[in-house]
């Protein structure tokens, strides 16, 4: 069955980084693409970008440009995503979730990491 | 930023119910391709969304079909005929025809 596993909960200092990790299984994983979303109290759900498993090529929400760096290693079927210079707004549960290509259907959702940014 | 209203933020009710949801957005969801981009989704309590109508109205792969979306333009209705218990949580919309991507405020579903 579709399993997305995403690694676990992170506490950083303000201005550094994170790297969070999404492994696929029971699926071809470069058929699908992988999404991720910001989910806050305060803001809701929101889309960060997508990334293509089988070219690496990525689309952003304007938003997050400079902030999430997504990336994928298909010999392990495993997406990534890199907060960079992090403030206490990062604070937040990001999921990734399985894109269906063309029809933006997230049809498959990890449980989530918590990212907690406090000094 | 396409903006997408949900209403009621707050829906009451029994066991047996049925109940709608309406997803209002800010712009036309037609796409120039003529599809519309627009989903439904179900977050229960301490769980990660999950998927419930995709295109507007297209059933996911093991909804049950008490679910049923409709709607065209800016206008859309999540509706659930018969609510049972594992239906409570918050109902979100999303909207993947414009950049970015966005999702409704959400709609908490909860027993009377």
């Known amino acids: 069955q579709v399993q997305l596993q995403q690694s676990g909960a992170e506490l950083a200092k303000p201005g550094s980084s994170v790297k969070i990790s999404c492994k696929a299984s029971g699926y071809t994983f470069t058929s699908y693409y992988i999404s991720w979303i910001k989910q806050t109290t305060g803001q809701g759900l929101e889309y960060i970008g997508y990334?293509?498993?089988?070219?690496?090529?990525?689309n952003y929400n304007e938003k997050f440009k400079g902030k999430a760096t997504l990336t994928v290693d298909k010999s392990s079927s495993t997406a990534f995503m890199q907060l960079s210079s992090l403030t206490p707004d990062d604070s937040a549960v990001y999921y990734c979730?399985?894109?269906?290509?063309?029809?933006?259907?997230?049809?498959?959702w990890g449980p989530g990491t918590m990212v907690t940014v406090s000094s | 930023d396409v903006v997408l209203t949900q209403t009621p933020s707050i829906l009451s009710a029994t066991i047996g119910q049925s109940v709608s949801i309406s997803c209002r957005s800010s712009?036309?969801?037609?796409?120039?391709?003529?599809?519309?981009?627009l989903y439904w989704f179900l977050q229960r309590p301490g769980q990660s969304p999950q998927r419930l109508i995709y295109?507007?109205?297209n059933l996911g792969s093991g909804v049950p079909n008490r679910f049923s979306g409709s709607g065209s333009g800016t206008d859309f209705t999540l509706k659930i005929s018969g609510v049972e218990a594992e239906d409570l949580g918050v109902y979100y919309c999303m909207q993947a025809t414009h950049a970015p991507w966005t999702f409704g405020g959400g709609t908490k579903l909860e027993l009377k």
């Open positions: 712009q036309s969801l037609l796409d120039s391709d003529g599809n519309t981009y």
């Open positions: 979730a399985r894109a269906v290509p063309y029809y933006w259907y997230f049809d498959f």
């Open positions: 990334i293509n498993t089988g070219s690496g090529g990525t």
């Open positions: 295109l507007v109205s």
